[in-house]
């Protein structure tokens, strides 16, 4: 298993490394203990944190409402809980039965 997720129950909980001001919104893959993540807001009243939601909420095929930030709000590096993702990204293998 990889140390930046891991699942709790049908929730999968991600370690993630943010990039804001990014030119683009894409998943980068691992870096060391969190998912590199690139978000193509500023990290100006929530807005990279907003923008973040959103993203895995439609790469994970959740509602925005299905997507939490446990913690990290003012740091690059967050904790994020996907109730029950329905899909995974491309070319990101999460181990569990359901997948």
Sequence with gaps: MSSFY?????DLILQVSLQPNA???????PVGEALKIKINAAP???KAN???IE???DEFGVRRSAVTLESGLTSK?????ICN???MPEGL???QSLF
């Design 55 to 57: 993203f895995i909420a």
């Design 44 to 46: 100006i009243e929530g």
């Design 77 to 81: 590096q967050k904790r994020l809980r």
């Design 6 to 10: 891991r699942w709790h129950n049908d």
């Design 50 to 52: 907003k923008r973040l």
């Design 23 to 29: 030119r683009e919104n894409a998943i980068v893959g």
């Design 93 to 95: 293998a999460l181990n």
């Design 85 to 87: 993702p329905l899909k």
